[in-house]
Every structure is written in C-alpha cells, then in structure tokens.
C-alpha cells in the first residue's frame, strides 16, 4: 500500500522556521499551472520524451531552471533515500567538516542500507557525508543528525530549508529518508533540491566521487557511490537514488555535456531504471533551447538575518527583575526528601529548646530556695 497525495494547488499558509522567518505557500502549483497536470506535460513542436515507467518525474535545464517535460511533477510520494540530498544540504553548511566524532551505537545500529560505522572509529564529518551521499548509508545520516544537535533539531533545520527553497511537497520524517507517516516529496522537489545542491562544491564533490577509501576501526576500506550512471553515462554528475519496499525506486541526478546541465527526478518506479534516465538526460540536451519550458525550477527565497540581540544602550540603567525572598525561594526548590529533613532540623530544634527552658527554670528555683 501506498499513499498518493494530490498534487500542489493549495499548501499550507506559511510555514514557520527555526530562524523565525515564515515563507507563505503558493496557493496555485510551484512553478507554472501545467505543472498540477497528473499527466504528461510536454512541448509542442519537439519530439516527446522517451516512455517511463515512473509514476512520476521532471525533466529540468539546471542552469535556466527551465522545465522542459514532467509528469505528476507536484505529486507526492515517499522519496527513499533521495531525502539524503536534503539532509545533505542542510548538513553541510552547519558542520565543519574536519571534525571529528565517535559515533553513538544508536546512530551505528540503524537498519537499512549502511556504510558501516563502528563506535570504536573515530570519523571526519567529511568522511560522514561521503558515507551518505555515496553508500547511502542511514547510520551516517543518524551521526550527522546527533552532531547537529539531535534528531529533533535536524528534522526541523531541513524542514526549513525545504521551505526556504520552496520545496512544498517536501516533509521530512528521517534524516535517512526511510518510511515514516507523513513523510513525502515530488519530482519537482527533488529536482529543486538537487540543483540547490549542484551550487554547493563540497555536495558536488560528494555526489560525484566515485570511489573513496572510508575509515574503519583499524585502517580503511574502500566505498563505491551507488550511482551506476557515474560509470554509464557521459557526463554524468550524480546526486541520489532511493529505494524502500513501500516507496519503490526513486532517483534524482545530474549531467553536464557541452557546458550544460541537465536534472532528472523520478519517483514510484517498479524496476531497473537506469537506461531510463540515460534517455530522459539524452532527451533534456536534445531539446534544451528548442522548445518552450513547461515550468520552471523556482529559485531559493533569501535567507533571513537573525534579529540582533537585546542589548542597553549606553547610559541606560538596568533594573534586575525583584527576587523572591529567600525563604520562599528555597522552598519552591524543595523535595520531599529536604522537606522531611528540614522538618527533623526544626522539630528538633524546638524540642531541645524546651528541654533547655525547662533545665533553666528548674535551676533558678532550685538557687532561691538556697
């Protein structure tokens, strides 16, 4: 079973994010009205693009951002491990890359595909990135998700950014992009996701290394990018493919030829598909400049300056905020327990007292009668 969600033509209002900038949401499909259509959207007066078995994809000139086919491009499906590219392009900017971490048994015992994290290494971030991109590995993007400060904190950081570029079909659940309710994307965003990417080096660098050797707990070993077009296809540039029983195969990549690049999104296909995409990329170069765009790839909305924090100004006198007196105060801190104790410390306080009174009155009547 799987869910099918219609396409783009009514999103949320706005969606509120981290640095406190809220990004209103289209009320019509990002990108052009043809790109709602469930169907094929294709131009005129060019030969049509090669048959897929994808349920959905997009055709995209990177550079122009010009939509050139699509199909479903606004309909939502699991994206699998094509949610890495976001998770990536979050990451990337909020991480050194030359530190160094141990990571968690958490992070090293996700299930699902992974590049073999040990808790007894100790990995670059660099290295980190590597092992998601190329090998698609869930236990590096767990690591990364907990040195960015937790699970949580990671979720909410890439639902911005998918905001931020206006990706709206976009929810991420996992860092890895295994199934989880609620979570979707379309081929729309990831070709958005996957040209933002193409403008970050050290993500290009990533998605298209081919092999690297990989930290292990004595020595290295030697990691492949899963990519198959990488070695297939001219050109090629890589980004991500996914795969999960529910979501099926999906894919997003990129080639450049003769100074041009062209991305490629798939999602919800039943098989084999590589020489798929080599056919939608030879069409996209064959038609680039020739036809009328469906659509278009739009641009990323401008990042928000954090607010300037709170400060006096010179001259100003600052009243501290009035305390609470001391007694209350230390009881609003009390336990059980030190309640208890401060009961034993007063009851018997009081009880030697008495016993002291007593003594000293004895003692006084004690003399007069002398």
Known sequence: MWTKLVPVTALIAAASLTSGTAYAAPTTPVGGEALGSRGLVAPAGVKKPPKSKATSYVIA???????LAAKDAHGRYLPASTLKALTALTLIPKLDKDRKIRPSRNACNQEGSAVGLSVKATYKIDDLFKGLLMSSGNDAAM????????????MSDM???AKRLQAFDTVARTPSGLDKPGQSS???????????????????RYISTKTTKFPAPRGHYEISNHNKLLWRYNGMVGVKNGWTSKARASFVGAATRGGHTIVVSIMRHEGFFWDEVASLLDWGFSVRGKAAPVGQLVDPLPVAA????????PGTSVTPAPQPPLLDSAAGRQTDDTRMIGSLVIGGGL?????????????RRTRSRL
């Open 61 to 67: 000139d990177a550079d122009t951002g010009q939509v």
């Open 306 to 313: 954090p607010a300037p924090a709170a400060s006096a100004s």
């Open 159 to 161: 639902n911005a950014e």
């Open 143 to 154: 690591a990364l998700a907990e040195t960015n400060g937790g699970l949580d904190k990671t």
């Open 351 to 363: 009880l030697f007292g008495l016993i002291w009174l007593a003594y000293g009155i004895h003692r």
């Open 186 to 204: 379309s081929a729309y965003d990831l070709a958005l996701i996957a040209r933002a990417g193409l403008a970050n080096p050290d993500f290009k």
